[in-house]
Structures are given as C-alpha cells and as structure tokens.
C-alpha cells in the first residue's frame, strides 16, 4: 500500500482541501477505502484527540481536523457501504429537545465516524420519541444526547424514561454529554456513561460497544 503519511498530516493539520485531493488520489490509484480510514484516518483522529486532551490543540484545531476527515469520508462512505465493510457500531446522536446547539454534538459525532462507528445525526431539538425510533427502525446500540442549556439536561432523563417504556433500554447504550452534564448527573439518571470532550467520547462509546 502507498504511504499516505501526508493524508494523516493534512487531517491533523486540519487541512481540508489536501486530505480530499489525497483521498481522491489514492481511491484511484486502487487503495482499499476501508484501510485508508483504518491506517490514517483513525489514527489522525486518535492523534488529535491526544493533542486536544494535552492542551496541544483546542477547539477551533478540533473542528478544522473533523471537517478535514468529514471531507476525506465523503469519498470513502459510499465504497464502505458498497463493500459492505462492518462498522464497529451504529449510533444514534441528537441534542435533546428544546437545544438547539449542535457544534459540540457535530464534533462528537465527526470523532465517532472517524473512529470507525456508523453515525445516524438525528439533529436538533430531538424528542426522546426520535430516539426510540432510530433504535427501532436503524438497529442502534449507543444513543449519544447531548445537551448545553441545564434547562435541557432533563430531556436526557426523559429519553431514559421513553427507552425503558418501549423495552429497549437493555438492547442500547446511553452515553450523554455537554458543558453542563457532569458524571454525578449521569449516574443519577441511568445513563452508561458521560464523557466531557468528543476524543474520550470515541474512548467510552468503543468500550460500551465491546461490552454490549
Ligand atoms: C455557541 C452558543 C450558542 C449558539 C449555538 C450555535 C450552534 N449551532 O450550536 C446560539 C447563539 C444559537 C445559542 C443560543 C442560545 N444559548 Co448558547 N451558547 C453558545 C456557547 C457560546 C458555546 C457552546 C459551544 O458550542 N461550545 C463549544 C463546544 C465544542 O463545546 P460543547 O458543546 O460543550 O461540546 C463538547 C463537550 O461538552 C462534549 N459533548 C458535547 N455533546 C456531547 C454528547 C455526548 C454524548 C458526549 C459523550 C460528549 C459531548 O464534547 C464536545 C467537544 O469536546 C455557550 C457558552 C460556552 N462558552 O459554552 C452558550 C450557552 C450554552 N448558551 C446559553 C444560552 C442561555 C442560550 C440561549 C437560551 C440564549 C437565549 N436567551 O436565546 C439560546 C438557547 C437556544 C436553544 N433553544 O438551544 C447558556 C446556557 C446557560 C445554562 N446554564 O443553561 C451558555 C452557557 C452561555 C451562558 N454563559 O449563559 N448559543
């Protein structure tokens, strides 16, 4: 296989426009899709959540290496889906109802497609009704509710509430995350894990996927 070093770079670097032309470059030059996420995009995005946790990158580098691989998956997802290469598992996020902010769920969600998980993006404002759909209808294992107004923070609770109405609470796991969303909070409402940045967020969701 072709070194694609300068792929893992341009991700880590956050630059876009390079990690989509090399993307493109190699898928035509033949390379297998799913070892280019493997090889450099997972790790690239490992790399970037090392560097967020050490204090090396913040925010914003964050968001520029997530739209880098966004770009980079574009190319690659629909050779995925057509070689019908096995994620590691599918998950569900939203921000709960009555939220409207998504930049914190839009990186989580990023980190986790490029971690190798199927991401459903159930958006905003989403009622706990829409996630108990997505486990019926799209077979999810992990629900990601993300909230950021502590107004908010008890629709996570009802979205618990609405997994456990419709018998689906013991077929998925429920991570939950945002500025206001603290571990005791998680334990209080039967979550199975709070995470408070989007690199141990992939952390958490692969251990909750190994031990589903
Ligand atoms: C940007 C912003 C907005 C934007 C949102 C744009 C958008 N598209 O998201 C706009 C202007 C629309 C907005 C609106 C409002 N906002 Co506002 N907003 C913010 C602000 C400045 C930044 C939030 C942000 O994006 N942070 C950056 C991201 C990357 O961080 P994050 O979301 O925390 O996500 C990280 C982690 O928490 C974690 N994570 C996040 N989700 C998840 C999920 C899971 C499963 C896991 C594991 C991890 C995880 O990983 C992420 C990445 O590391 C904050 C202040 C602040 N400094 O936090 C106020 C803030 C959240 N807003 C606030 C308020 C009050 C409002 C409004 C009510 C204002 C108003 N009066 O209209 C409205 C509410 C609208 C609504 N219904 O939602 C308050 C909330 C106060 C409170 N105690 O509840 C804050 C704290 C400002 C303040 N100090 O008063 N807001």
């Given at each position: 296989m072709v070194d694609l070093s300068p792929l893992r770079d341009a991700i880590i670097d956050g630059n876009a426009k390079m990690a989509k032309a090399l993307t493109d470059q190699a898928l035509k030059e033949g390379t297998d899709p799913q070892s280019i996420v493997t090889t450099y995009l997972i790790p690239a995005m490992d790399e970037v959540g090392r560097r967020f946790e050490c204090n090396e990158y913040f925010v914003p580098e964050l968001l520029i290496a997530a739209r880098a691989m966004k770009g980079s998956m574009e190319l690659i997802r629909p050779l995925l889906v057509k070689g019908g290469v096995q994620p590691i598992a599918t998950v569900a996020i939203g921000t709960v109802k009555g939220d409207l902010h998504d930049i914190g769920k839009n990186l989580v969600a990023s980190m986790l497609e490029g971690g190798g998980f199927t991401v459903v993006d159930l958006g905003v404002d989403v009622a706990p009704e829409k996630f108990v759909a997505s486990v019926q209808e799209?077979?999810?294992?992990i629900i990601c509710l993300s909230a950021l107004l502590t107004t908010t923070m008890p629709a996570m609770k009802d979205t618990i509430a609405a997994l456990n109405s419709a018998g689906l609470r013991g077929k998925v796991k429920v991570m939950i995350g945002g500025a206001p969303v603290i571990q005791r909070y998680s334990d209080e409402i039967g979550a199975d894990g709070y995470s408070d940045n989007a690199s141990s967020a992939v952390q958490l969701a692969r251990k909750l996927a190994a031990a589903a």
């Open positions: 799209k077979g999810v294992n």
